[in-house]
């Protein structure tokens, strides 16, 4: 009897696989087999790798002993094809910033080793040469250094507040990254549909508009979003070699002075405008004081945003609106619900994932929070701490090496 | 004199900064190597995980859709009645465009024996909507399922399908196995 029973129910079991078993067919039929394409191949991931290498090598040559400006342009045509359209836009060094966070945070993650050399090559790179990865490298740079029009020169006020939003951006994409959430740099990469011909209507519109803006605001995407260059910009403050303007030594004769699309030349100190030593002496020890606090009130406004920042992991979305409006279970349109439903989880394992998902994303805003307020209050610092220059000389942590100015010295 | 010395300090601190710069570097890399992976990584979807939203075929960052119907022989039942090629409502078994599920008519039927009808997807024409899928898998065999197609797909960064799957159904695979063609890939668990 017992035996019976197992009968059927394996019986029943086969039925529920097959609803229709396939037929034997009588005239000799051959199915055909599914295509199934294989993927890129993993050869080719480590050419971009070796591409990216001679770029960068060439591009350091060019920006620091051949400073020839052409030779730059070409450079850069070559990046943005290869990079840009070829590769369209995917792999790239400022999206590698989100998968090395994730890999740090995420034991479950396993980083390639492309993307790990995408991250940290230019990196090095700049700590030796300067951001040549900027001028040469990036197809992102490329695309908006090649539509420089008429740049304007920007006030050092605006350029500083606009400034911090990169370090911000930073931030959230490595809050995002690490939590698991997003992958926001990618996702709001607005040139990316252009090298793909194809994207969503908004990021059509905030591409162009990028571009557009780049005519006259030279590279608006590298000053005052790019969050790799964030880290750019502190390994080429330190670098060993950088672009010089002058050959020689400068005889200050100001001609390149209004050379740089993007403000990046220091001039040398005008000394009436130097401010009484004491004074700045006072102000220094100030702001130093005041940076802590910054730096607390920063994390504390980080901690009050992460309930609402933390809504941005659909995990912690969907538990909460489950929590709130219990009727949405009802809503046959709502998908995200309906397959919550249907999956068999239960709402208290859904609830725990979210509830430990938002107990990182309070650990991280306060981070964060942190982080921009040590941001804040170094900036604030910087305003006073006058280095007294002598010459005119690029700005080595805002310089793109784009040799741009190295045709306006007479010295030769 | 002075200002040698001062240059000096200055170089001192400069290159230790960069030392340490280069040390942090380094051993950023070296924490990001405990799970480093030779492998090259594709997305892929898991057909029994799949509830068939039709998200596919509209959050992909390509048009149309890196994500296609895969037909799986195997497990076709060749029916005359297909749940993913007819209309439930259709008014005759026949290849009239009224008739067919497949908003783009990228599902073409012929006929083998009787009573047996054989199905080929035409992947030139197919958007991923999963509407046969829907079809198939609950009047059918589940023959039909959707699979990332992999010389189409960009594998971004974080797959934008994936990212509001409301199923979880996308994850990462090695791309030496990167299909899960039902029939050689089961269920899991």
């Known amino acids: ?412 | 004199m002075e200002n040698s010395y001062k240059n000096s300090r200055r170089d001192f601190i400069k290159k230790g900064t960069r030392v340490s710069l280069l040390l942090t570097l380094g051993v950023v890399g070296g924490i990001g190597a405990r799970h480093l992976t030779t492998e090259k990584y594709v997305w892929q979807i898991d057909p029994f995980k799949c509830t068939q939203c039709g998200r596919c075929a509209t959050s992909c960052v390509m048009t149309p859709s890196a994500v296609k119907c895969i037909h799986s022989f195997d497990l076709c039942g060749y029916c005359d009645l297909c749940g993913g090629y007819l209309k439930p409502d259709a008014n005759q078994r026949s290849t009239a465009a009224e008739n067919q599920l497949c908003p783009t008519a990228a599902i073409q039927r012929k006929y083998i024996e009787e009573p047996y009808f054989e199905y080929v997807i035409d992947e030139k024409l197919c958007i991923g909507c999963a509407k046969c899928v829907k079809g198939c898998t609950s009047f059918g065999n589940g023959s039909l399922h959707l699979q990332i197609i992999q010389n189409r797909c960009l594998n971004c960064n974080q797959c934008s399908i994936a990212r509001l799957c409301p199923s979880e159904a996308i994850s990462r695979v090695k791309a030496s196995n990167a299909y899960k063609v039902k029939g050689s890939f089961t269920k899991e668990g």
């Open chain 1, 1 to 412: 009897m017992l035996i019976f029973a197992l009968l059927i129910f394996s019986l029943e079991g086969i039925a529920q696989k097959q609803r229709f078993p396939k037929p034997e067919f009588g005239t000799g039929y051959s199915q055909p087999t599914p295509v199934t394409p294989e993927p890129r191949a993993l050869a080719l991931e480590y050419t971009d790798v070796f591409v990216l290498l001679i770029v960068l090598s060439l591009a350091s040559w060019i920006a620091i002993k051949n400073r020839s400006r052409k030779k730059m342009v070409w450079l850069s045509v070559f990046t943005l094809l290869y990079f840009g359209f070829y590769r369209d836009g995917c792999i790239c060094s400022i999206g590698s910033v989100q998968n090395v966070a994730l890999t740090i945070f995420d034991p479950g993650y396993a980083i390639s080793i492309t993307t790990l050399l995408f991250f940290l090559i230019p990196l090095v790179f700049t700590l030796y040469f300067g951001r040549t990865f900027c001028a040469g490298a990036c197809s992102l740079g490329a695309i908006q250094d090649l539509l420089i029009v008429n740049p304007l020169s920007m006030p050092q006020w605006l350029r500083q507040i606009l400034g911090l939003i990169p370090y911000l951006y930073l931030s959230l994409a490595l809050l995002f990254a690490a939590t698991g959430t997003d992958f926001i740099i990618c996702r709001y990469d607005p040139f990316v549909g252009i090298f793909r011909m194809d994207a969503a209507f908004h990021m059509v519109v905030l591409g162009i508009a990028f571009l557009l803006m780049g005519m006259f605001i030279a590279r608006p995407y590298c000053r005052f979003l790019c969050p790799y260059g964030v880290l750019l910009n502190w390994m080429s403050r330190f670098s060993k070699w950088h672009l010089p303007i002058t050959p020689a030594a400068c005889i200050q004769c100001k001609l390149c002075s209004d050379s740089c699309p993007f403000d990046a030349i220091d001039y040398p100190t005008d000394e009436k405008l130097v401010k009484k030593r004491i004074w700045g002496v006072n102000r220094f020890l100030v702001y130093v004081i005041l940076i802590p606090i910054w730096i607390l009130t920063g994390g504390f406004a980080g901690s009050m945003a992460h309930t609402w920042i933390s809504k941005a992991n659909s995990k912690v979305y969907l538990a909460e609106l489950l929590i709130r409006n219990p009727e949405v279970q009802n809503d046959e349109k709502n998908l995200d619900v309906q397959a919550f439903l249907s999956s068999g989880k239960s709402m208290e394992m859904l609830v725990s994932e979210a509830t430990i998902i938002r107990q990182k994303f309070y650990t991280g805003c306060w981070i964060a929070g942190g982080f921009m307020g040590l941001v804040i209050g170094m900036t604030l610092l910087n305003q006073i701490i006058f280095r007294t220059k002598y010459d005119y000389q690029p700005d080595k942590g805002n310089c793109y090496s784009c040799v741009r100015c190295v045709s306006y010295c007479p010295v030769k």
